[in-house]
């Protein structure tokens, strides 16, 4: 058999060398490990082995040295390279050209000598970077001398070398492609254009035969491949930075975009929609001159009455259809996402559709008004329009689909229903009212200078439960620090708290009670609209009913979404077809209804990863089942499968990192526990006594004198006591391990009475001499941290108290020591009992946490 000659090169094993350079422009690129290749270019040489069966050795260098090696026959080709009549002596050139690019002179942003209107008058004398022995210096040194101009020319070899020079001032500008990627210059000229071609070495005639072929075939067969491959790279670059007058004009007279949102939109694409806003205003550098404000309005009528008054700049979500738009006067600027909406007609009624019940103010509103020559009813709630078609009172009801499957299964009047998709799914976006000429551009600009996933990833990004640290999660996790502060004021204020306490009680079930039913929303949201096939499935009777399927899933068992299956048998016939060997059984013990029923009775939503095989490929997927207590019946729930095979795979490049931040994590915990034990510690000392005053108020209620020395005492100790509760509830200083020290004006007197109050029970109880002598102070008043000081003195102190015998006596002595410095003293405070002590050898221990020398059998302390 003989095989035509553009196939000629696969039987042959020998690879094709090319030339790879990395260009500031997206044409060829490469990581440091000459990995993650990508580009234009790149992608040419990609397709052109699709079409010819080439394998290639890469030749990595810059352009000038690659092109050396491709006129001495080292490399076989090398693409960007322009044809002129010199070079079709030394080389080869197919009949199609690869692309077609201009040549721009460049020069710093903040680089004011030389602008596209003054070039020809400022850039003469200049020093200008180009890439040697290349079709563009040529074409620079006819420019200039065109123009009666005389530049200095300096060669350098790479793109980098020569955006370097220009950024170190060592050039006045550069000549590059139009579509140079760097944001720290702008093009100020063009001096050229040529058509770029794949060259071959000499003498390489039988690869020259299978490009043309090549080029050809896929000029006949994907006509469309060079538009869209050209805009996905340079999409960006196309975009002109100088705004228009238009623009100007309207940034000049406004410092706040005002964004209106329906209400009723999911409120993850509210979200969505805010960051889409955000990203926008950065692309084009607009975060110091301009504001985002969003309201919302309880519908869409209301949100486009809003856009026709011109009370908001921007609408979201608007139906992109150029007849909408026209009757309601509004531009859309981009799309964000689709809708689906369905029909719903009474099964086998073919009459003529004359009226049409819609939801009140929704989308379908608009979309119904504008396909069907129909009387259009609007109806709230939502169900009226059901109920419309169930009584024949309407022809049909138009409604979202994500909004009519669940309402179906409320009624047993809707058994006869009909629902069917109305055609493509319709485009939703964002806009604003037609006449804000400068507005829509402007937004119309950054949106095509966002990346072209930017919006559907974001769309994508926010369509997930968050799991967040709660209020209610720290109360939770730290409920025996709280009820401790809360006992110890209880005792101050028994009866006004006990009022208090209910009724926090009372509001803050409440507030759990509308979260949980939130949260129990947003879990059939998530599900419905985040993953590929959903399911609601009744446990009792072993049955489900198909939410959403994807194509594949449906040619295979044809499925149709809103009809009821027998759960178990599909379940199974799913893990045989599509689940790997090694976790089938874990797969089918997992969906048992027992399992999912046991594992939901203590959460709510339960998920497992898990691998799929379709095609021939593994993916990670992720089958997830939450309750549905539909009806007060607990056996229901949501069984939902999503493909989370680039999720994992990311997960797994970062367990590096996850395992540094598990560390940090358990050692911010550690320094939690110390902390709180220590906090615990230091506050049982000022209970005591509000304990005790407590207790000695409650006896001499008629003595006002001692009733009132009493109270002060009490708000002294409790005073401390809230300074530490304050302390303890400083999370950040507690996971960080640090303490703050503070600097107030403090009397030492006052400080030493406070002492006294706080340990005058613990005193009396052992009825123990306790004397102190200040007579050594020269200023009354010091700047300290109070709290810490008190800390130190009242542990020190007590420890005293514990360790002194009952009738014993204890000394605390205050004296100030002047020093050199001004303003400066140095305080000394000691503290003496005539108590069990401490060794010297022991003295070392003294500042570890809870450490004493004798056990509490030895000294008889507890």
């Known amino acids: 058999m003989i095989l035509p000659s553009s196939f000629t090169y696969a039987q042959d094993s020998k690879p094709i060398k090319a030339g790879f350079f990395v260009s500031n422009s997206p044409l060829m690129t490469h990581d440091e490990n000459f990995k993650n290749k990508s580009g234009y270019a790149y992608e040419y040489l990609q397709v052109l082995r699709d079409y010819t069966g080439w394998k290639y050795e890469y030749v990595y260098d810059d352009f000038p040295a690659l092109y050396q090696q491709l006129l001495r026959g080292e490399i076989d080709l090398l693409v960007d ?19 077609r690019e201009v040549y721009c002179l460049y020069v710093n942003n903040n680089y004011s000598d030389i602008t596209s209107d003054n070039v020809l008058s400022t850039i003469n004398g200049k020093t200008i970077a180009v890439t040697p022995n290349t079709v563009q210096k040529n074409m620079l040194i006819k420019w200039l001398a065109d123009n009666n101009l005389s530049c200095n020319i300096v060669d350098y070899a790479s793109s980098k070398e020569r955006a370097d020079a220009l950024s170190d001032g060592k050039v006045d500008a550069l000549l590059e492609v139009r579509f140079f990627a760097d944001n720290c210059c702008r093009p100020v000229a063009e001096i050229g254009t040529s058509q770029y071609y794949v060259a071959l070495a000499a003498g390489r005639e039988y690869l020259l035969a299978q490009l043309n072929t090549a080029q050809e075939n896929l000029r006949r067969i994907d006509p469309n491949w060079y538009g869209n491959h050209f805009s996905t790279h340079f999409r960006k670059l196309l975009v002109r930075t100088e705004l228009t007058p238009e623009e100007t004009a309207w940034l000049d007279n406004h410092t706040r ?26 692309a084009l550098n607009l975060q110091q001159k301009i504001d985002l404000h969003f309201i919302t309005y309880e519908n869409h009528a209301e949100l486009l009455a809003a856009l026709d008054r011109e009370e908001i700049h921007v609408a979201f979500p608007l139906y992109n259809h150029a007849e909408a738009a026209d009757n309601n006067n509004y531009s859309v600027v981009a799309d964000t996402n689709t809708y689906i909406l369905d029909s719903i007609r009474l099964k086998n009624n073919d009459s003529p559709i004359k009226r049409i019940a819609v939801p009140k103010g929704k989308i379908a509103a608009s979309y119904a008004k504008e396909h069907f020559a129909a009387e259009i009813i609007e109806c709230d709630p939502p169900s009226d329009c059901l109920n419309l078609v169930v009584r024949g009172e309407v022809d049909m009801a138009i409604m979202l689909d994500n909004g009519v499957k669940p309402l179906l299964k409320t009624k047993s009047d809707y058994n006869n229903l009909q629902i069917t998709q109305l055609g493509k799914p319709i485009s939703i976006g964002f806009g604003v009212h037609n006449g804000e000429n400068g507005l829509f551009m402007l937004l119309r600009r950054g949106a095509s200078l966002l990346d072209t996933d930017f919006i559907p990833d974001t769309i994508a990004s926010h369509n997930v439960l968050q799991n967040e640290y709660t209020a209610y999660d720290f109360v939770h996790e730290h409920i025996r620090i709280i009820l401790l502060a809360v006992a110890a004021s209880t005792a101050v ?10 009724q926090k009680l009372q509001k803050k079930l409440a507030i759990e009670r509308e979260k949980e039913q939130e949260k129990y929303f947003n879990i059939i949201k998530a599900l419905s609209s985040n993953y590929f096939t959903v399911y609601l499935v009744n446990g009792e009777l072993d049955k489900g009913i198909c939410y959403r399927v994807p194509d594949s899933i449906n040619m295979l068992y044809g499925l149709v979404e809103g009809n009821e299956y027998p759960y178990s048998t599909t379940i199974e016939r799913y ?4 689940i790997i060997p090694s976790e089938a059984e874990a797969m089918r013990s997992f969906l048992t209804l027992s399992n999912i029923k046991k594992l939901l009775d203590d959460s709510e939503r339960v ?19 939450a309750r549905a207590d539909i009806n007060q019946k607990k056996n229901n729930f949501i069984l939902g499968f999503a493909d989370v095979d ?123 001499t306790f004397t102190t002598h200040t007579d050594d102070l020269i200023n009354p008043y010091v700047y300290c941290d109070k709290l810490r000081i008190t800390q130190i003195l009242v ?3 007590n420890n005293a108290v514990k360790y002194t015998p009952n009738g014993g006596s204890i000394t605390f002595t205050v004296t100030e020591i002047p020093t050199d410095e001004p303003e400066y003293s140095t305080y000394q405070f ?7 002590g401490m060794s010297e050898e022991f003295l070392k221990h003294i500042f570890e946490p809870f450490e004493r020398e004798r056990t509490s059998t030895v000294s008889g302390i507890q």
């Open 81 to 99: 390279v322009s044809r002129t009549p010199e070079r079709e002596q030394q080389l080869l050139f197919p009949n199609q050209a690869m692309g």
């Open 257 to 282: 975009i005002i964004c209106g949102i329906d209400k009723k939109t999911s409120f993850y694409l509210m979200d969505a929609f805010k960051e889409i806003m955000s990203g926008l205003i950065s």
């Open 493 to 502: 204020f028994m009866t006004l708290l006990s009022i208090i306490k209910k």
């Open 575 to 578: 893990i045989y077809d599509f």
């Open 607 to 625: 998920s497992k990863i898990y691998t799929s095989r379709f095609n021939g490929e593994e993916h990670y997927m992720r089958v997830t089942v």
């Open 646 to 768: 680039n999720k994992v795979k990311a997960e797994l490049e970062q367990q590096k990192e996850l395992r540094r931040a598990l560390k940090r994590a358990e050692a911010a915990s550690r320094a939690k526990s110390t902390f709180l034990s220590n906090m615990s510690h230091d506050m049982r000392t000022p209970m005591n006594a509000i304990i005790g005053f407590t207790n000695l108020a409650a006896d001499c209620l008629d003595d006002k004198q001692q009733l009132h020395d009493y109270l002060t005492k009490i708000n002294s100790s409790s005073t401390h006591l809230l300074n530490l509760i304050n302390d303890i509830l400083d999370m950040s200083r507690i996971e960080s391990g640090k303490v703050t020290i503070k600097e107030e004006k403090v009397m030492l007197s006052t400080l030493i009475d406070e002492l006294n109050n706080i340990l005058e029970t613990d005193i009396d109880k052992k009825q123990l």
């Open 795 to 797: 542990n020190c102190l």
């Open 830 to 836: 000691v503290i003496k009992d005539n108590g069990i």
